[in-house]
């Protein structure tokens, strides 16, 4: 994309982190197409708008406006589901405690006790499901008998009964279940658009913003706790995991299923999002400066624009400008990263400083330089930072604004216990920050933020 955009003069924002990412090339007025509906999109929209002079009015009969300074450019955004993150959750438990029903102790034994793998997929995300089907349930039973039509006791051996078969699950619930808001179905969740298709990118557009306000109310409204029991389900499922030793899961599941399909989950659902973000997405729906493109997308780059078409959606998009609104993958040994790979070799690093004669060290006593070959051979090598901005500095003293340089130093001897902080053999907890290191930790962070808001 990045070649695409430079041979045919278009504007092409690749994964960045958003308040690094060079959003000036997006002109006002100009079609923008945003892959990605996650935290980040919600982060370039903000910016898009609100950073460009636009501010939203609250009506009188509590609806919300948005006033657009004519800086904005139009934005389409669509992604892999065609829909934001769930909104945080702002009600309270009212019913009995969250318990683990199925992805209990006992079943994580049962499944290390069998020989070989335990696969993500076909072993424990069916026990994730039915966790949750009985975290919604057991909240709207106990919290809200009104709205149920049998108690929970009789429920839970329905439950019990028919766990796991979904078509069965569902003809119990909707004979005991009056209100389609109040029945919970794990696939309308993760995928709220199921399998419908659209005629135009109006339909499309049209139905994101009804389940933008049907989640909201989901999420928002007092009486709709079951978003809270659901929320401590993820979260307690999340944290069941780690009893499953990481040596025992399958290939798969260490590289695709757990850093990729369940932590997407797990981050659509517990992680979006606040509501009112959410609520301002929806005016600027309603002022038109963003649409909503769909799901499943594709883009390719023809007759000199850029285009985007989704299989569920008739018709297609076309802009000048792409901007693909997720965070980059992290890998310090990337060849992108010349400096940052030497970084995780010291010898390689050393070589190189020896045939520059002098390397400017990073660290909080300025200026201070020292002879090639003179440095500790038990200090990993660190790339230059810049100690005011705590930028990366490359040859010559030129600064890149996007990389910065902020972590905490390694321990050089790991015979001084007070600089480990991992957890000691016996099992008791690490010994505290000295005060020279938590001196120099918060001096950093301090730095740090100030160069942000000088605009480095």
Do not use: C, N
Not at 7 to 36: E, M
Not at 131 to 154: C, I, K, M, N, Q
């Amino acid at each position: 994309l990045l070649a695409a955009a430079a041979r045919h003069d278009l504007v092409y924002v690749p994964p960045a982190f958003t308040a690094d990412a060079d959003l000036r090339g997006l002109a006002p007025g100009a079609d923008v197409i945003v892959r990605g509906m996650g935290l980040a999109s919600v982060d370039a929209v903000v910016l898009l708008t609100q950073g460009r002079g636009g501010r939203f009015e609250r009506l009188p009969d509590g609806g919300l406006r948005y006033v657009p300074s004519g800086h904005e450019p139009r934005l389409h955004l669509g992604s892999r589901r065609g829909v934001p993150y769930r909104s945080k959750v702002s009600s309270v438990l009212r019913g009995a405690p969250v318990a683990r029903e199925v992805l209990t102790p006992a079943a994580i034994a049962d499944l290390l006790a069998r020989p070989g793998t335990v696969d993500f997929t076909d072993d424990v995300w069916p026990l994730i499901a039915r966790e949750l089907v009985w975290g919604h349930y057991r909240e709207l039973f106990t919290a809200f008998p009104e709205r149920v039509r049998t108690s929970w006791d009789d429920f839970r051996s329905t439950l019990r009964a028919v766990d796991g078969d979904t078509e069965a699950l569902r003809r119990e619930v909707a004979a005991v279940v009056p209100d389609p808001l109040d029945r919970f179905d794990v696939a309308s969740l993760d995928l709220p658009l199921g399998a419908e298709t659209f005629a135009d990118a109006t339909a499309v557009h049209e139905r994101v913003r009804r389940h933008i306000g049907e989640d909201l109310h989901l999420r928002t409204a007092p009486e709709r706790s079951t978003a809270q029991a659901l929320f401590l389900t993820v979260l307690g499922s999340f944290l069941a995991l780690a009893d499953i030793p990481t040596e025992r899961w399958s290939a798969r599941s260490r590289a695709v299923d757990l850093p990729v399909t369940w932590h997407a989950f797990f981050s659509y659902v517990a992680s979006g999002p606040p509501g009112h973000r959410l609520e301002e997405l929806s005016a600027l729906a309603d002022a038109g400066v963003v649409r909503f493109a769909g799901l499943e997308l594709s883009v390719r780059v023809e007759a000199g624009r850029f285009v985007v078409s989704s299989p569920r959606v008739g018709g297609d998009i076309a802009a000048d400008a792409l901007v693909d609104a997720w965070l980059p993958r992290t890998a310090a040994a990337s060849k992108r990263q010349p400096r940052v790979a030497r970084a995780r070799h010291p010898a390689r690093a050393r070589g190189q400083r020896q045939r520059r004669g002098l390397q400017r060290l990073a660290g909080p006593r300025r200026g201070r330089r020292r002879r090639a070959g003179r440095r500790s051979r038990r200090r990993p090598a660190r790339p230059p930072v810049r100690p005011r901005a705590v930028h990366v500095e490359h040859r010559g003293g030129r600064v890149h604004p996007p990389q910065v340089g902020l972590a905490l130093a390694a321990p050089d001897r790991p015979r001084r216990r007070s600089r480990r902080r991992g957890p000691r053999a016996d099992g008791r907890p690490p010994p505290p920050l000295t005060r020279g290191r938590r001196r120099a930790v918060t001096g950093a962070a301090r730095r740090f933020v100030r160069s942000r808001r000088r605009g480095y």
